[in-house]
Each structure stands twice: as structure tokens, then as C-alpha cells.
């Protein structure tokens, strides 16, 4: 199933995709698609729900978040050997994590505004896992078992904030709009391997990041497994699974974002997501 929100920004309602391809109206079913949500047994009940007895929504609405009130962005960086080959950096041993501010969160068609001081602004399309149970110490075994879904991410990064200006990755990644995500929640029963999927990511019409899940270093089980002996893993947490090759700092020469670009990217089976770059609006 393809979980949405839909509406202006800020006054989404939950809506899900039907099988033509039209957006069904949730908000007579549930409140909205946050954490409570996922974490109980209406999760399972939208499941089992018969579509074409929901209110459609007409005329292309905004699509929101999928997710409401993400409680944590957590980040997997160098994860794709191809990637870590083209960044000169060794492969990890363990995953390296990072976080991301939640107050980056974008919609997946809403602008992404450059940051003042800005000068190398950069794209990374990435497999995106929701948590749908609490996950403390799990098992590589049973880690699967706490993933409501996945989505499509855009980790946008501000290499000079992120590699120049001392101290954490954070920096470079948490300014407003560096974290568009959607269009679509895309339950785990539509996603029999997160392993061997396509994503890729277009600048102004080019293809420059063309990759597959299949090589990443550490796959989702193993993530999950992994971050859930560092901290507790609570529903509606989403964890960004690292990009494959072809971001901006690492091409010859190297290219970043400006104003008037347009992003676009997806992955297979769960949506694509578009952005246009504009800068940050005055006094804000
Ligand atoms: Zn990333």
C-alpha cells in the first residue's frame, strides 16, 4: 500500500494511493500517518481496508511528508561501495551514522531553498526505512520486523558545512528543506527485497546518479540490527540508508546546486520525487 498526505503544508490529511493511480481520501479512517499510528493495530486494519469505498481527492493535491512528526532522522553515510570509491574514502568497517535536524524534513515537491552563506550544495538520493515497531537490541533475524516501509529520500548537503567547517557531518545536513522525503509510505508487503532496487536522480533533465541497492556495504536488515544497539528505534523514525555514485562533489569538475535547478529522483516502486532550487527567501 501507498500511504500519502495530502494538502497544504502544515493542514495535511492522510490519503492513499489506489490502484489507478488516484489519491483516496484516510482522514475519515485515521487521524493522521504519525507514530501512533504506525505503532498500533489500525496500521494493520488500512492494510486490509477495500480502497474504492474511500473519498477520492480530486485535482492533484500537494503531497505532504508521508510521515507526521518524525521523531528521529537517522543517516548512513559511505554506504555504497561505488560511492565510497568515487569520495576517495575508505570502505567502513561498521556503518557510519549521522542525524539529520527533523526541522530539515521537506515535502518531495516543495523548493529546496539554498542556505545563506551556502556555496556547494549537493544531492544524494536514498533508500529511506520507516520503523513501524520499537526496536531495542534486535536480532539481524527479526529486524525486518519492525520496518512499517520505505520512501524515498533526498539527503541534500552542504559539503562545505559538512566537510570544511569542522566537527560533525550535522552541519551540512540539517538545513531547512535538505530533507524532502515521499511522495509515498510504500509498506513492506509491496517491497519483497530492499536489496536489488534501482534509484536514481536527474539534474535538469540528466541522469547523474544511476545506482542499485544491491551494492550497498550493509543492507536494511542489517542496519536496523545495527543502530538498535545504539539507540532505541521508535515508530515513525526514519533511517536514510546512504546514496550510490554521481553527486556533485565528486565530478569533475565538481557541480553543485543553483537557483533555478531542478531535482528530480525515485526509486523503483515507490514514487519519484521533484524539487526545484531557490534561494533563501529574504530576512528568514
Ligand atoms: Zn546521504
Redesign the pocket.
Known amino acids: 500500500m501507498k500511504l500519502l498526505r495530502h494538502g497544504p503544508k502544515g493542514s495535511e490529511k492522510p490519503g492513499v494511493l489506489d490502484d489507478e493511480g488516484d489519491i483516496r481520501d484516510l482522514s475519515g479512517v485515521i487521524g493522521d500517518i504519525d507514530a501512533r499510528f504506525l505503532g498500533s493495530e489500525a496500521f494493520e486494519e488500512v492494510l486490509e481496508l477495500d480502497l474504492s469505498g474511500l473519498p477520492l481527492v480530486g485535482a492533484s493535491p500537494r503531497l505532504g511528508v508521508p510521515v507526521s512528526s518524525i521523531g528521529k532522522f537517522v ?3 559511505l554506504n555504497y561501495a561505488d560511492h565510497a570509491k568515487e569520495s576517495g574514502m575508505e570502505l567502513p568497517n561498521e556503518p557510519i551514522l549521522f542525524m539529520k535536524a527533523t526541522s530539515a524534513v521537506s515535502g518531495p515537491f516543495d523548493d529546496v531553498l539554498l542556505p545563506k552563506y551556502s556555496e556547494k550544495v549537493d544531492w ?1 538520493v ?1 533508500l529511506g526505512v520507516v520503523i513501524g515497531r520499537e526496536a531495542r537490541y534486535v536480532s539481524l533475524e527479526s529486524a525486518l520486523d519492525h520496518v512499517a516501509g520505505y520512501c524515498v529520500v533526498n ?1 541534500v ?1 552542504e559539503r562545505k558545512f559538512q566537510l570544511e567547517s569542522g566537527g560533525q557531518w550535522v552541519k551540512g ?1 540539517s538545513c531547512d528543506t535538505f530533507g524532502p522525503i515521499g511522495p509515498y509510505l510504500v509498506t513492506r508487503d509491496e517491497v519483497t527485497d530492499s536489496s536489488c532496487l534501482p534509484l536514481w536522480l536527474e539534474l535538469n533533465g540528466k541522469r547523474v546518479q544511476d545506482g542499485n541497492t544491491r551494492t550497498m556495504v550493509f543492507d536494511v536488515p542489517y542496519l536496523v540490527h545495527y543502530i538498535s544497539h545504539y539507540m532505541s528505534l521508535q515508530p515513525g523514525d526514519i533511517i ?1 540508508t ?2 550510490p555514485p554521481g553527486v556533485g562533489f565528486a565530478m569533475t569538475p565538481p557541480t553543485f546546486l543553483k537557483e533555478g535547478d531542478i531535482m528530480r529522483l525515485g526509486i523503483d516502486g515507490l514514487g519519484e520525487q521533484q524539487q526545484r532550487v531557490v534561494p533563501c527567501p529574504a530576512g528568514t
Open positions: 543517516c548512513v553515510g544524494e536514498e539527503d548537503s545536513k536514510s546512504g546514496t
